[in-house]
């Protein structure tokens, strides 16, 4: 099977000739035959490796004999064997380099891999390892970022050169992904770009992370603090290009690479930004526009790319453009593919050809076996000629492997291309005996793979040899397949493949077997059925005796349900029991191991009724269909009706097929009544009929007949013409005459072709004749522009022409008009709308067809305030003929540019004279401002500013007040009228305390415009102003310090101030912006502490703060949640332990010090006579030591030795170190006594430092650890 296997996978190989391409020697199945070497397989030129793992550089070959390998690092040979950490794999020239034990930097390097046998020396690519990079981002103190709101803002993002770059992308401090939009977007560089921020962009956590892909690490800068002020916003502006900056720049791509261009402009409102190409059409299917429209990107560049882009930046202000120079460059690239490997027998020829392309022009250079071609051993048999190698007359010895080195500024291409010079008689490699099975009329294929030098030659022969298979209906491939296009039943026997060259021949024989289709015979019919009965559908199946069938019965285009009642046999589907969830489509399938087919019929499952239900079927197809009264152009069809299956039919549908224009597509013809068995045809010339019937009851269409025998129809002349005859012009001297095409139905006869006549519509002129075959248009060049002319295209085929075709009308190409409209006037209706007034242009001036009419308008300056405005044309569009127009939303007050031009298909004529018209005041917008100053108890000042958009010449103000209560409720209204030229008043007789609400409008002659509303409160006294607060309270909870409060004052600025009641002078008032609400939820109060706390409104930098009488609340202290460590088992155990510690060494003191009563030290040492015992040590105030050989050490303050390791008898605590400052004798009961007259010595810093420490867990655990 394996053998098989292999067999099979040789009939890939192609053999085209003498200078045959890509010829192969099959090693697999050729054994013995030798083959230079051939790389399959080697690392990337660019091979970026991960640091954690161990570098593996691939280079795999194959040759007979199979190759060995060499490698070169940095261009000199490397010794692999000198090297520890670096090993070959066995029968591969793949390196491993272990990197445990070495530094990944010292393998970054360029390397090259040779493959060498007797036959010649392939070598790979250079192979550049580099380690991925995945540097962490410098350390930085980023500023908050402090901004008026409208303003533009880019957030740096700057991340470090990773090797490959990072992703960039920015979050959250909750790792969600920050909104991006038309108006924030991140660019290319991965910067964030703000056209305009608002108050919602102020925040703390803007964080830019980098995601490096080959180490999957992420780096994360520092969060960057954004903080919008609403005070003082940006006024709206035109767009203006953040990125890229000037009106234009360039870039350079590589061929076949992306191309992404980006253009990020700022403004008010949100600029929209949009693509054109100045010199071409944008290529739809390669073009994307990402990031909200900001970056254009182009896939897969081409030649074709290369030229001006231009994107546009726009809004209700204005736009500006950018234009970005595209220059496309292009490393080398096959133009047919790298040069294929050649199999020649001695004195043949052959090339090898490099072709290749590039932009720059890339450079050739050829080496054999590895070594340049001009220092290689003279060879008078290869001839080189810049990107070919000519080989005449090869001799055996000549087996080489040619490198093709292509290059230039953008990169390299390296192909090895061998010349196998062999003699080798001819083998097929095709399995012997092989059996071809094929479904008839379709197509067969019968291979012949073969190998051999020179080229064999294939001939093909059937049975009995009597003559060669090279005609129809047979045809041979260069690859020795053999092809029947049909296979029929009489193609089926035994063929031989005869493989011959100089050397001998090879015979193969293989069998082809034609099988008869699959086709299902009675297909399932469409049932309804009542709920509970049973229904069958019979599926019944022809199929060829050979071939073993498989009957699968689907439901819904889905597996059958697994039910019982679904009873599946060799040519039926029954269903008993019928439910409603049983309705659908049911399908059978019958597949064979070459071929299928299938048929559907639909279940409906209907409510029983009391009596039983008939069960409609649709009808049983027509039979028996005859063909009578032949005539040139119709004949009769009669026909036999089938069964009804109780629902009578009601019409018949007779169709068609045409077999010799359209071979298997049937099409309707013509429908008759139910009551009718017979039909008079009307037929078209030409055509091979061949007819079939379908009855149509209640239910559906019965299935068709068999067809009718064929009815050939002769051919004649066309009977009608092309209909949709035009005449249009694409350039303004050229005239396109198409129409819609006969089919090949309409033809009639053979050889259809086209008369085309056209003559311009003038007096006398002759028509002029073209005949167009195997086209639907025709251009006729060099007419004048935009000319009417009359049209008429007749159908001819090979038996005459068709009727004489009606006259159609068309126009010449167009041209831009040459003239503009004349008289043209405006008359101002009023101050916001003007009507333009315009002469017809003469058609002739016009030279095409009129679309219609623009007027170009624009503003130059306000009356009052000649500087001009600097405001793009406004165009308005007058469709058709036109000869005035109404120009709506003018500006008041204010001068108006404007002409008019007609435009026709092509674009505008020239404009006409540019004239101006005034328009008339209107009323003005209002004041700017207004600002209540200089608080009384009975008077206040108010300041206003002149509106921005006054509409005219400002005559004066009325300004409106009345009080406002505590309820909000209005008081009268006081109305003061006010001059032009003022811009403040003071108002007097005010009630104190009482606040007031002032309505300001400006007037010009047309009358009032809108007014500016303003509130203020008068003041209590002379000292103190009114506070617009009151009901300060507070309320203390788990989440903090809820205050709540009332406040009735007209600034919008309303702030909680809070200072711990104690502080020092340094300390600062915390503030928490109120947003509108009359509470405010104070948290991360300090618990135990009291805190002063006072409501701020703060209003215009000139007026004073209106401030809420101070409130202090106090933070209850917060019990510690933390568990009782005294209720702990642990903690219990250790203080045991150290008790049970403190005891044994009051024991080791006791016994040490003597079995004496309460005498001094000294005289204890004086009068002991034990020569065993050794006195008190001077220098560390330590207790001498037994003698005895269990216990070696004295007891000393000493820590656990280093090693980790404490022997028994060790202690942290020393009975020194309680005896220093004081007497150090023990009672009976344990206590100290004044016995100690002198204080002990220090010790060294470190342990004095110790032991003075009061004793600790830590120490504690030491101590007991002595003892264990």
Not at 223 to 240: F, G, H, Q, Y
Not at 375 to 387: C, I, M
Not at 1159 to 1167: G, I, L, N, R
Not at 1173 to 1181: L, S, T
Request: charge should be negative; aromatic fraction near 8%.
């Amino acid at each position: 099977m394996m053998e098989r296997r292999r067999m099979d996978a040789a009939l890939l190989v192609l053999f085209l000739g003498h200078f045959a391409t890509a010829l192969e020697v099959p090693l697999d199945l050729l054994e013995g035959l030798p083959q230079p070497p051939t790389i399959t397989h080697q690392s990337p030129k660019d091979y970026i490796i991960d640091p954690r793992e161990n570098i593996i550089i691939h280079c795999e070959a194959k040759g007979k004999p199979h190759p060995s390998f060499s490698w070169t690092r940095n261009g000199t040979h490397f010794d692999i064997d000198q090297d520890p950490n670096v090993t070959m794999r066995p029968h591969s020239g793949t390196l491993v380099v272990d990197i445990s034990r070495a530094k990944v930097e010292n393998y970054e390097c360029v390397y090259q891999c040779t493959a060498r046998n007797k036959h010649g020396t392939a070598v790979s690519n250079n192979i550049v390892v580099q380690q991925s990079r995945s540097p962490l981002w410098s350390k930085e103190k980023i500023k908050p970022i402090v901004v008026r709101e409208g303003v533009s803002l880019v957030l740096p993002c700057r991340p470090p050169a990773g090797l490959p770059p990072p992703i960039i992308f920015w979050m959250d401090n909750y790792f969600q992904r920050l909104p991006q939009s038309s108006r924030v977007s991140q660019s290319l560089n991965g910067d964030l770009y703000f056209s305009n921020v608002l108050q919602e962009d102020s925040r703390n956590d803007y964080i830019c992370y980098a995601r490096f892909p080959y180490t999957q690490t992420i780096q994360q800068k520092q969060p960057i603090t954004v903080k919008v002020l609403s005070k003082d916003p940006a006024d709206e502006r035109k767009p203006n290009f953040l990125i890229p900056s000037g009106p234009s720049s360039s870039k350079i791509v590589l061929r076949g690479q992306v191309l992404e261009m980006e253009c990020i402009a700022e403004g008010l409102p949100t600029p929209e930004i949009s693509w054109t190409k100045v010199s071409g059409d944008l290529p739809a299917k390669r073009t994307s526009f990402l990031h909200y429209d900001r970056t254009l990107r182009i896939v897969n560049v081409s030649e074709s790319d290369a030229g001006d882009y231009r994107c546009t930046a726009r809004n209700m202000l204005g736009s500006v453009h950018h234009t970005i120079h595209v220059t496309v460059k292009a490393a080398p690239y096959w133009i047919r593919g790298p040069p294929s490997n050649l199999v020649l027998a001695p004195g043949e020829n052959g090339s090898l050809t490099c072709r290749a392309s590039g932009t720059p022009k890339p450079s050739i250079t050829w080496a054999m076996n590895g070594i340049p071609i001009e220092n290689s051993p003279k060879d008078l048999s290869r001839k080189v000629e810049d990107d070919t190698i000519i080989f005449t007359d090869v001799q055996t010895g000549s087996s080489a492997v040619y490198q093709c080195n292509v290059s230039n500024d953008y990169g390299y291409l390296l192909s090895n291309a061998f010349v196998n010079v062999l003699s080798e008689p001819p083998r097929v490699l095709t399995q012997a005996n092989k059996v071809y099975q094929i479904i008839r009329s379709h197509q067969a294929l019968l291979d012949c793979a073969s190998f051999g030098s020179p080229i064999p030659k294939i001939t093909w022969f059937k049975d009995s040899r009597s003559s060669t298979l090279d005609g129809e209906p047979y045809i041979l491939h260069d690859n020795g397949t053999l092809e029947i296009p049909i296979a029929q039943a009489h193609n089926s026997g035994k063929y031989t493949c005869v493989a011959g060259n100089t050397l001998g021949i090879y015979e193969n024989h293989v069998y082809l077997e034609v099988k008869e289709p699959t086709r299902i015979l009675k297909q399932p019919d469409h049932k309804v059925v009542l709920r509970g009965r049973s229904v069958v559908f019979e599926c019944t199946v022809k199929h060829d005796p050979s071939l073993i069938p498989t009957m699968t019965w689907l439901k819904d285009d889905g597996e059958l349900p697994d039910d019982e009642r679904l009873i599946v046999d060799s040519d039926s589907l029954t269903i008993t029991d019928v439910t409603e969830n049983d309705a659908g489509e049911y399908t059978c399938i019958m597949n064979t191991t070459l071929d299928h087919d299938s048929a559907r019929a639909v279940l409906t499952v209907v409510e029983a009724m009391p009596t039983p239900a008939v069960v409609y079927e649709r009808p049983d197809p027509p039979t028996d269909l005859e063909l009578t009264d032949h005539k040139k152009r119709s004949v009769q069809l009669t026909w036999t009706p089938g069964d009804e299956h109780n629902s009578p039919i009601q019409k018949f549908l007779i169709q068609y097929e045409d077999s010799l224009h359209h071979r298997g597509h049937w099409h309707n013809l013509t429908e008759v009544p139910g009551t009718k068995t017979t039909a008079h045809l009307k037929l078209s010339p030409y055509v091979h009929y061949t007819f079939r019937v379908l009855a149509l009851n209640a239910v559906n269409f019965s299935r068709p007949s068999f067809p009718s025998r064929v009815f050939k129809t002769e051919p004649a002349a066309p009977d009608e013409n092309p209909t949709g005859v035009q005449g249009f012009g694409t350039e303004h001297d050229n005239l396109v005459i198409s129409w819609k095409p006969l089919s090949g139905l309409q033809s009639n006869g053979p050889g259809l072709h086209y008369k085309v006549m056209w003559r311009q519509k003038t007096a006398n002129s002759e028509w002029n004749t073209v005949t167009v075959a195997n086209n639907s248009k025709f251009v006729v060049s060099g007419t004048p522009t935009f000319v009417p002319y009359e049209l008429k295209v007749q159908a001819v085929n090979d038996y005459g022409e068709g009727p004489e075709p009606p006259i159609a009308h068309g126009h010449s190409g167009e041209d831009l008009p040459v003239a503009a409209p004349e008289n043209v006037q405006a008359m101002v209706l009023n101050s916001t709308l003007a009507e333009v007034h315009w002469d017809p242009v003469p058609s002739k001036l016009i030279r095409g067809h009129l679309k219609g009419f623009k007027v170009y308008y624009w503003r130059e300056h306000s009356l009052h305030n000649h500087n001009p405005h600097h405001v793009e044309n406004k165009i308005l569009t007058f469709s058709g003929n036109h000869s005035h127009g109404m120009l709506p939303g003018l500006h008041p007050f204010s001068l108006y540019s404007f002409n008019v031009r007609v435009f026709n298909g092509k674009g505008e004529g020239p404009h006409s004279p540019t004239q101006q018209f005034e328009t008339p005041e209107g009323v003005p917008g209002a004041p700017t401002s207004l600002q209540v100053t200089n608080f009384n108890l009975d008077s206040l000042t108010l300041e206003w500013s002149p509106p921005h958009v006054r509409n005219g010449r400002i005559t004066g103000y009325t300004l409106k007040y009345q009080p406002v209560n505590n309820s909000y409720e209005l008081g009268p209204v006081e109305e003061l009228a006010l001059a032009a030229n003022e811009t403040s008043v003071t108002l007097s007789n005010l009630k104190y305390s009482t606040r007031y609400k002032f309505y300001l409008n400006a007037k010009t002659v047309r009358g009032a415009g809108p007014a500016i509303s303003q509130e203020a409160v008068t003041i209590m006294d002379e000292v103190r102003p009114v506070s617009p607060f009151g009901n300060v309270s507070s309320s203390v909870g788990e989440d903090g310090a809820l205050i709540s409060w009332e406040y009735w004052g007209p600034e919008k600025n309303v702030y909680v101030e809070y200072i711990v009641e104690k502080s020092e002078g340094e300390e600062e008032w915390q503030k928490e912006l109120v947003n509108g609400s009359q509470n405010i939820m104070l948290k991360g109060l300090k618990g135990g502490l009291s805190y002063r706390v006072r409501l701020v409104a703060k209003g215009h930098h000139d007026q004073p703060l209106h401030r809420s009488e101070e409130l202090l609340v106090t933070v209850p202290a917060v019990a510690s949640r933390q568990v009782d460590i005294a209720t702990q088992g642990w903690f219990i155990g250790l203080m045991c332990a150290i008790a049970l510690l403190i005891l044994i060494l009051l024991i080791i003191c006791f016994i040490q010090r003597n079995k004496g009563g309460k005498y001094p030290v000294k005289e204890k040492e004086d009068a002991h006579t034990d020569p065993e015992f050794q006195p008190m040590k001077d220098d560390d105030c330590t207790f001498g030591e037994y003698s005895d050989n269990e216990d070696h050490k004295p007891l000393k303050g000493s820590r656990t030795p280093s090693n980790g390791t404490v022997k028994r008898g060790d202690s942290d605590d020393s009975l020194v170190d309680y005896g220093e400052g004081g007497d150090g004798q023990f009672n009976e009961d344990g206590s100290f006594i004044g016995q100690y007259s002198g204080k002990s010595v220090s010790r060294d810093t470190a342990e004095g430092h110790e032991s003075s420490e009061a004793p600790s867990p830590i120490n504690a655990m030491n101590s007991l650890n002595s003892f264990v």
